[in-house]
C-alpha cells in the first residue's frame, strides 16, 4: 500500500516549456487535489476532482489544467511554464482526511 | 469564506519543554479541523482530527488538540517536546460535508524549533 505517489520529484523547466506531474493514489478515494506550497503562503489550491471524469478550480488555478481519466490518477499540467509557476507542489486524496504524496520540486528558469 | 490563522510564525522551545501552538478559524458553523506535520523535504502527515464529540482529542507523536467553540480555536499541545519534532506545524479545516465543495483551507504554517 503505497498511499500517494508523485512522478517526478524534481524539475527543473525552461519558461515557456512544458510538462505533465502525475498522482496516483492507491486508497480508492474519490477525491483528489493539487496544492503548491510557497513560502509564508502554506499550502493554496490549484485544482481539485471529486471524481473519475471531474475536475474543479482551486485558489490559485490559472496557468495550471488537470484531467482525472482514472480514479486513481490526477494529472497536473503546465502547458507554458514560467518563473512565478517555481513552487513545491503536493497532491493528496481524500476528501476530509487528506493524505499527501511527497511532493515534487519544481524550479522554472 | 473560511479561513485559518497561525498567529505564530517561529517558535522555539527548549527539549523537554511544553509546547502549544495556536489555531484559530473563522466559519459560520463548526468545520471540520485538522492539525498536520510537515518535516524538512516531506510531505505533510495528518497529526490528528476532530470531527465531532469529545473536545479534546489525541493524535500520534504524542500530540493533542482541544476545540474551543467559543474561542473558535483548536490549539496543538505537547507535554514534553523531543527533538525529533521540530517541523512545520499546520491547521486547515474543512467545511462540514457539502457535495463537493470539501476542500481544506490551510493555515500558513508554524515552525518549531527545538533546542537542547
Known amino acids: 500500500n503505497a498511499g500517494v505517489t508523485q512522478t517526478p520529484k524534481f524539475r527543473v523547466l525552461k519558461t515557456g516549456q512544458s510538462m505533465t506531474l502525475l498522482c496516483a493514489q492507491d486508497?480508492?478515494?474519490?477525491?483528489m487535489y493539487w496544492y503548491r506550497q510557497d513560502p509564508g503562503m502554506g499550502l493554496r489550491l490549484i485544482h481539485y476532482?471529486?471524481?473519475?471524469?471531474?475536475?474543479a478550480k482551486g485558489e490559485v488555478p490559472d496557468g495550471y489544467n488537470v484531467s482525472r481519466l482514472k480514479k486513481q490518477n490526477f494529472l497536473l499540467g503546465l502547458e507554458s511554464a514560467a518563473p512565478s509557476q517555481t513552487s513545491v507542489y503536493f497532491c493528496?486524496?481524500?476528501?476530509?482526511?487528506?493524505?499527501f504524496g511527497p511532493g515534487t520540486r519544481l524550479t522554472v528558469t | 469564506a473560511q479561513s485559518v490563522t497561525q498567529p505564530d510564525i517561529h517558535i522555539t522551545v527548549s527539549e523537554g519543554a511544553s509546547l502549544e501552538l495556536r489555531c484559530n478559524y473563522s466559519?459560520?458553523?463548526?468545520?471540520?479541523l485538522f492539525w498536520y506535520v510537515q518535516s524538512p523535504g516531506q510531505g505533510l502527515q495528518l497529526l490528528l482530527k476532530?470531527?465531532?464529540?469529545?473536545?479534546l482529542v489525541q493524535g500520534i507523536k504524542g500530540f493533542e488538540a482541544e476545540f474551543k467553540r467559543s474561542q473558535s480555536s483548536f490549539n496543538l499541545r505537547k507535554p514534553s517536546v523531543h527533538w525529533s519534532d521540530a517541523a512545520e506545524y499546520f491547521c486547515?479545516?474543512?467545511?462540514?460535508?457539502?457535495?463537493?465543495?470539501?476542500?481544506?483551507?490551510f493555515g500558513t504554517g508554524t515552525r518549531l524549533t527545538i533546542i537542547p
Open positions: 493528496a486524496s481524500g476528501p476530509y482526511e487528506q493524505y
Open positions: 486508497m480508492n478515494h474519490e477525491y
Open positions: 476532482s471529486v471524481g473519475e471524469g471531474t475536475t
Open positions: 466559519y459560520g458553523a463548526t468545520p471540520y
Open positions: 476532530y470531527f465531532s464529540g469529545d473536545t
Open positions: 486547515a479545516v474543512v467545511a462540514r460535508p457539502n457535495f463537493g465543495n470539501e476542500k481544506l483551507t
